[in-house]
């Protein structure tokens, strides 16, 4: 028997009995499409939260003050002599003074706004950018002018008729004028960035925060190859200006931890393996999920070839008994789990393509090419896996005892 | 014809100390207690016997659907015993045509499709295995009913398809089970014309019936009883007779 003809008797087996051999398919289907579609969603969503930090700007560092006080303290007089100290790596560096303010107009109010005192260089480093009117300037930081650049959403909920450039807003009880509107920006933590209010960091502190520690200090490196050496700078910098003892500094640099300076630094790069980790763990969740609808499928396709060769033991005896071989009998089984398996999985794949198109709890899935293979391969071996028992039964049957069945 | 002028033409079939036993301690059955059988090619044999005497049981060995306990059977000159799984289905596909009472048609398959189903086990090649299914359809009159399902045709042509199924790979010998058992009698007729028709031609036909008017028609008849050759009669003039049937016949 050549194999053309063991492959047509067994789609002829595969179309005798049309509805179960398309419910076997289903359950294949559903599986291998689970697989793709599911293993899309978990890359689409690392592919979002990596393309998110790399937004942050991959050249960005941030210094935040770990509780020190007195001398150890990040302050403005700090973050200007960094500035200043001619750093090789080093571009800018900016400071931060953050705080949760009501901020009203006329009409409008809104609670828990962020206020960000800064420098006029924050639009430099930060991904922020002026869409409308103009950034407040040097001048502006000097003489602690009550200007502010407010984010869009904040801008329309304030004045949804008309636009804020120029007009007054009340950050709790002190008027600024509008001077710059941000262009919109796609959320990276709890905080909305098209909620806030960016403002000059001596007045932010004069009339909120206070002049003390900073919240703390953006910096950037000339290109981002240099963050590293950047940082290294910087660190060396600060332990100078904080006065941080060399021996406190080698054994911070030794244990690798920061815990025992006043000062942490990151940056994007460390983030990103973060997340690239937790992306990971969450598609191999995922796969692992989809898995197991695999693995039911093909238990599927089991039960039906075991009803199938309990149904067919005539068919089986009078082709035995015509001098088919155990092969040709457990070539034809096998056949045809191996076709209901790969037409299953070719469908589960054009399935898991075309819902990939979608958005799925709002993120785009990214399909990874080896999974279309890898759950393909994994349908039809478990379809010759779970074939083999109920083609064997068959193909040992003897002629005699399947004839004499009904 | 003597014995020894049939020993010459060379026997087909040769069964010594044939016996068979089923289950074991109390349930044990003794099916067949010792059958010496020869058959010459070209005899058109009948086995009769009533039911529960072991014709099944030997008709199961004749086509190597069964394995005899003990005993020697030589199909064309070779020990069945001796062959594997492998050989034992190459001989039922090359050495014998099955004929069953209930047909054993494929369901799916058409009249052709069925007719091809031995020689695709063969090897035989698809251009070629049509024209020899053709023709052996040919062989029983069934030609214009080739691509119809076994549902669609009535008693009597399902059996000839089967016939046809059975001669198409020119085996050694014919192996017909109660081949009449489930037709009426116009349609038993027309089967057992064929038979004499295929008998006339010089093919080895062996036939198990429980019907005389069946064996009737044999040129040699074997009765059986509790496992056991009773009675083996053969009559010279029943070749004529056949003959003389199919003349009048046309």
Redesign the interface.
Known sequence: ??FG?ILLSAL??VT?NKLRSILTMLGVLIGVGAVILLMAVGNGSAQRVNSLITSLGTNTLTIRPNGGSGSSEITLAVADKLAHAGLGHVSEVVPESTTSLTVSSTSASEEDVSIIGTSSNYFKVATATVASGSAFTSADVTDAAKVAVIGSTLASDLYPTGSALGQSVDVDGTPFTVVGILAAQSSTGFNDPNVEVIAPVTRIQRSYTGFGALSALLAQSKTSAGVNAAQGELGVELNQLLGVSTTTAAAASAANSTTSLPYSITNASTLLSTAEASATSFTVLLAAVAAISLLVGGIGVTNVMLVTVTERT??I????????????VLGQFLAEAAILTLLGGVLGVVVAVFLAQFQINGTQPVIIGYSIPLALGVSVAIGIFFGVYPAGRAAAM???QA?RSI | MTDSARAAIGNVLELHGIHQLYGTGDAQVHALRGIDLDVAAGEYLAIMGPSGSGKSTLMNLLGCLDVASSGTYKLAGEDVNDLDERELARVRNREIGFIFQSFNLVSRMTALQNTELPLAYGGVKYAERKRRAMEALEAVNLTHRADHRPQQLSGGQQQRVAIARALVTNPTMLLADEPTGNLDSESTHEILAIFDQLAAQGRTIVIITHEETVAERAHRIVNLSDGLIISDHRSPDRTTAAHKRLETAR
């Open positions: 028997m050549k003809d002829r087996g005798a005539r068919e005896g009078i082709r035995k008994a015509l001098g088919a071989t155990r092969g040709a003897r002629p005699i004839l």
